[in-house]
Every structure is written in C-alpha cells, then in structure tokens.
C-alpha cells in the first residue's frame, strides 16, 4: 500500500519545552487521517511541520515517498485550510480559486476550465462570478477547500477548519466534508479538538496528548477499546469511578469503590490485586431499572434532572455517597415516567466496563 503521508520519529522543541515528542505515522493514500487532541497537544505544531512553516528538531517527513526535510512550504505538494479561512474579501469566488493557478502561471483558458471543474467537485456549480460576501459560512468554506484542491496536492491539511461554524452548519460540514474527500480522493489530514468530528469523519484517528500519540485506529476502535486512560476519558462522555483492586484475573477485576461498591468489570490495562484502578463506563452501558438482574452490576440512584436533547436525552443522576452519573435514555423504551428526585436503579454488564490500573 502506498503512503501519501509517512512521519517518523518526529520531534519539535522551543527551548526546554517539547512540543511533539517521537511521533511516527502513516497515512496510506486516499484516507481521512484525524488528529484530535486537547488545546496545547502539539497538534497544530504537527500539522506546520507537515506544511513547511516548523522545521522538526529531528525526525522525518515524507510525502509520496519524498523527504521533505528542507524542502520550502510553496515547493511541497500539500495545501492548507485553516479555520479562519483568509479568503480575498475584493475577488470573486472563480478569482479566489484561480488565485494559486495563476502564480504558477497556469493559462487562463486552463484556469477556466480547472475552476469550473473543482466548483462542480465541491457542489458549487455556477458560483464563479459570486462575491465572498454572497456566500454562507458552508460556502465559503467549500470555496477555501476548492482553492486548495484545485492545485491538485497530495495532501490537505485542515487546521481546525470548522471551528468558526455555528453547530447546525458544523453538523452538516462533517458530513459534507466527509462526502467530499471520499468523491475527490485526496488524502485528507484533519486536526481538532472536537471528537464527535474526529470520529464521524475519520478513516483512522490519532489521539494526541502532550506531544505524543496516545493511540492511532479506527473510531471504533478508540470507543470501544481505548488504550489508555486518558483515550477513554477524551473519546466519549464517560462516567468514572476509582477505587482497590480486591481481585484480579486475565479475565474479570473485582473493584471496591471509593464508595463502597462492589463492582465487576474487565481489565483493559494492568490492574493488580490490592492496586488502586479507575473504571470508566459508557452513559449508554447504564441500564435504566434492569428487568433482568443476572450477572449485571446493579445499585440505586436519585434522578437530578433530566438532560432533554431529543434522540441524545440523558439524565443526571447521583448515588447516596454524592457520586454523579449520567445515564443514556434509550430511545427504544419509553421512560416518560422518570422525574426530577425519583429514586431508580440502574445497572451494568461487567463486559460495558473499561478498567485501567490508576496511574501514579
């Protein structure tokens, strides 16, 4: 399999302060390669090194198989959105998308044809002669990825692209953009901070922490089984729980909670009997009043408020010792009946359970 995009080793300090810290990775060509992290991850300072704008204190950049160690950003095959989009206020779209092709001294007949082609691409055909001022935020957005496109690069960077787009339009974008990259084929490297993006849009992600990578694979893959604490806690809304290791197998750990519980669950990391652990568990794991109570983890909580966000309603609930959970309201049964300070149970297969040994 070829790789549009190899980075190896990579490493970029600012005096005593390391910002991205030995991180290699491929991106075979034609995907959606998310990198999602905190603010201040080193994301952004990954993805400069990429286009040209950071030299890397050491390690090694690849594109198609070609160091670009030295190589400038307007001689690498790579081109850049960012989240304020720095279209030109005084062009048209067409000029806008032309810009690019004319410094490089593409003829205009040429120009003509590769602007309406990639406008008919990104779902604007027709929008030439449109000022940038006509446009929506989804537009011009869509005219700041032609603009790129159109230079046919290898790779395409987005830095944080949604990030100005109120929620409805951002929801769209994922998607949209989603559509797009799977239509043009071009290999896409996409950072945020926002995971629901990262994991609706995204071949394969990267989740990044302090300068490395805490884990690389697909959507899937970090919901379902995150690798280390901090995965677990950053993909996903959580509910966590800390406590001692009573006991402990390949195969089941007995926690004793802060809080008195007695819990079952599976080691997804090293939990050694007597050690301290943290459990996370999935608002959607949460069984509401459990008709059948076999083998789950069952205990009693007072109902706070409900959280109505149509399909995604949630409750806010708290156990006796004060501890907060939230709870997924499925949308195949009805739990109309739940109010502000009723008492419920609720309960959890030891299988919906991901038990890390607690770091030190």
């Known amino acids: 399999m070829i790789n549009d995009l190899s980075v190896s080793d990579m490493v970029k300090?600012?005096?005593?302060?390391?910002?991205?810290?030995?991180?290699?990775f491929d991106v075979p060509a034609g995907s959606f390669f998310s990198i999602l992290g905190p603010s201040g991850c080193g994301k952004t300072t990954l993805l400069r090194m990429?286009?040209?704008?950071?030299?890397?204190?050491?390690?090694?950049?690849?594109?198609?198989?070609?160091?670009?160690?030295?190589?400038?950003?307007?001689?690498?095959?790579?081109?850049?959105?960012?989240?304020?989009?720095?279209?030109?206020p005084m062009m048209n779209v067409a000029e806008n998308i032309a810009f690019g092709l004319k410094r490089r001294g593409v003829g205009a007949?040429?120009?003509?044809?590769?602007?309406?082609?990639?406008?008919?691409?990104?779902?604007?055909?027709?929008?030439?002669?449109?000022?940038?001022?006509?446009?929506?935020?989804?537009?011009?957005?869509?005219?700041?990825?032609?603009?790129?496109?159109v230079l046919e690069p290898s790779v395409l960077l987005l830095d944080e692209p949604l990030g100005a787009l109120d929620l409805k339009l951002r929801e769209q974008m994922k998607v949209e953009l989603k559509k797009l990259q799977a239509k043009v084929g071009t290999t896409f490297i996409y950072i945020t901070h926002d995971q629901s993006e990262a994991l609706v849009m995204s071949d394969r992600v990267a989740v990044m922490n302090k300068g490395r990578f805490e884990q690389v694979g697909s959507p899937q893959e970090l919901y379902g089984k995150p690798a280390t604490p901090f995965v677990a806690q950053?993909?996903?809304d959580n509910n966590k729980w800390s406590g001692k290791v009573v006991e402990s197998d390949s195969e089941k750990v007995i926690l004793l909670t802060d809080e008195g519980y007695t819990f079952q669950t599976k080691p997804h990391g090293a939990c050694v009997s007597g050690g301290r652990a943290d459990l996370f568990l999935r608002p959607e794991a949460m069984l509401i009043e459990p008709k059948d109570r076999t083998g789950l983890n069952v205990f009693e909580v007072t109902v706070k408020s409900i959280l109505f966000d149509g399909a995604n309603s949630r409750l806010l609930t708290v156990t006796k010792e004060d501890h907060e959970l939230i709870v997924s309201l499925p949308q195949n049964r009805r739990f109309d009946h739940i109010e502000p300070g009723n008492e419920i149970s609720v309960g959890w297969h030891p299988d919906s359970g991901i038990c890390f040994g607690a770091e030190e």
Request: hydrophobic content about 40%.
């Open 13 to 24: 300090k600012f005096g005593n302060f390391t910002a991205v810290d030995g991180v290699s």
């Open 50 to 88: 990429i286009a040209g704008f950071e030299e890397p204190t050491s390690g090694d950049i690849e594109i198609r198989g070609g160091s670009m160690l030295g190589v400038p950003p307007n001689k690498r095959p790579v081109n850049l959105v960012f989240q304020h989009l720095a279209l030109f």
């Open 109 to 149: 007949a040429e120009i003509k044809k590769k602007t309406e082609t990639i406008l008919e691409r990104v779902g604007l055909p027709g929008y030439g002669e449109k000022q940038i001022n006509q446009l929506s935020g989804g537009q011009k957005q869509r005219v700041a990825i032609a603009r790129c496109l």
């Open 234 to 236: 950053f993909v996903g």
